[in-house]
């Protein structure tokens, strides 16, 4: 008999044993494990913005475009008033051929326009264009630059067609620049165009034109800019930036000597 039970005792627990499963109990608060995945690269667009906004400065909330429009289009308006050109062009074809001032020419050279050297006897910059290594003309200043598209435009017999046309005219301006062979992209005059309405630039041939005030329907006038000073900037580099003389930061800045340090806030433009 008590063999019988010591039998029947191995037995059970031999099968018990054998029957156990592992049990897996969730809690209530865990959380479930994700699948581990690559995180796919910024499309093109998004690129595009990062870099953008990397090239404006962290105290303005204009884009490298606007700021480009509020730097330059005093000149472009000067400009209209001694040689006719409409403003809204000017600038234009200076945001598409400079990249809104962000390319090598304009950078380098101050040659905001692309304008080749054709008997240049000036300064000089090398880039790749149509061709390998074509030359460029090379300016001290980037008011220069836009000085010489307007000699450009208005020296040139091929251009004099453009001048029959009216002053606040900028599609006619646009469809003729491409007529006179200013460009071989077929598309230079609806890519002029869009900027053109997209940034509302015909506005400055409004103002130089009397039809427009100023200081009273230009917003944009009432937008002030600072400048965070990173690792490279010299008071030089800046005034060159942002369309102005070394002395004219050191004055509205207040500064005495051209010492700036790391994270020193700049007075670009005040209200």
């Not at 039998?7 to 054998?18: K, M, N, Q, R």
């Not at 230079?188 to 409004?206: F, G, H, T, V, W």
């Not at 990173?230 to 800046?238: F, H, V």
């Amino acid at each position: 008999m008590k063999k019988l039970l010591v039998v029947l005792l191995i037995s059970f627990v031999a099968l018990s044993c054998g029957s156990k499963k592992k049990v897996v109990t969730k809690k209530k608060n865990s959380k479930p494990k994700t699948e581990q995945v690559e995180v796919e690269p910024k499309t093109t667009s998004e690129t595009k913005n990062t870099s953008e906004a990397s090239n404006v400065p962290k105290h303005s909330n204009l884009n490298s475009t606007e700021l480009y429009i509020l730097n330059y289009k005093a000149i472009a308006m000067d400009e209209m008033r001694k040689y006719k050109i409409p403003a809204s062009i000017t600038l234009a074809q200076g945001i598409l051929e400079s990249g809104s001032g962000k390319g090598r020419l304009s950078v380098e050279a101050n040659n905001h326009f692309g304008i080749k050297c054709h008997g240049w006897k000036g300064k000089k910059i090398y880039h790749d264009d149509d061709r390998s290594q074509e030359c460029f003309r090379k300016y001290d200043y980037a008011k220069t630059s836009f000085e010489d598209h307007s000699a450009f435009l208005t020296t040139r017999g091929r251009y004099s067609n453009l001048f029959k046309l009216k002053p606040n005219d900028y599609k006619a301006w646009a469809k003729g620049l491409r007529s006179a062979g200013y460009a071989t992209d077929k598309k230079y005059p609806q890519k002029l165009i869009s900027l053109i309405e997209r940034y509302q630039l015909d506005k400055y041939d409004d103002v130089v034109l009397g039809k427009r005030a100023l200081s009273k329907d230009l917003p944009e006038n009432n937008i002030s800019i600072n400048h965070k000073v990173i690792k490279g900037d010299t008071l030089y580099s800046l005034s060159r930036k942002y369309n102005m003389t070394v002395d004219e930061l050191k004055r509205i800045n207040r500064l005495k000597n051209n010492n700036l340090s790391l994270g020193q806030i700049l007075i670009i433009k005040s209200n």
